[in-house]
């Protein structure tokens, strides 16, 4: 079933995109579209009908993580956004602990933060939208990620919004529909 779906809308729109896929059922379409790939670490399973010219990545999107255990949410974010034609550039292992190095990455506008913090911090930084992804890992008492969520949700800092745990594609999506706004 699943493959059928992949295999009419590449059809029907000469690509398809698809998040958090196993390696099953990559194998599983790939039977269908050769050419489909997957992304281990994002999840995401995307395919495009080859074009004359390559396609031109607009904007920018950055998206940040306060720790590496973010990534997966973050790359998930990141690979969404590109496929819908944003540019996008990665700032990883940048949280409130490590903030000097943030402060030289002003233009970040879309965040993964593990502990929630992060999209206040860096909503107080820049003049840009800011979506804050709160993530189920995390140490302490973080409730799979209400906690992050929760903070996230009572941020003081103008210009945030906030998705759902570990919805990095929510994030690539709203941040992909700014990004046409200002382009």
Known sequence: Y????????????????GT???????????????????????????????????RKLEGLVAVCTGGTADIPVAEEAAKTAEFFGCRVERYYDIGVAGIHR?????????VAGMEGALGTVVAGLVENPVIAVPTSVGYGASFHGLSALITMINSCANGISVVNIDNGYGAAYLAAQINRLAV
């Open 2 to 17: 699943l493959a059928d779906i992949f295999e009419t809308l590449y059809r029907e729109n000469g690509e398809v995109l």
């Open 102 to 110: 943030l402060l030289s990455k002003r233009e970040v506008i879309a």
């Open 20 to 54: 958090r896929a196993t390696p099953e059922q990559w194998n599983l379409v790939r039977a269908r579209i050769p050419e489909i790939e997957y992304d281990p670490v994002s999840k995401i399973l995307q395919a495009r009908k080859s074009s004359e010219t390559p």
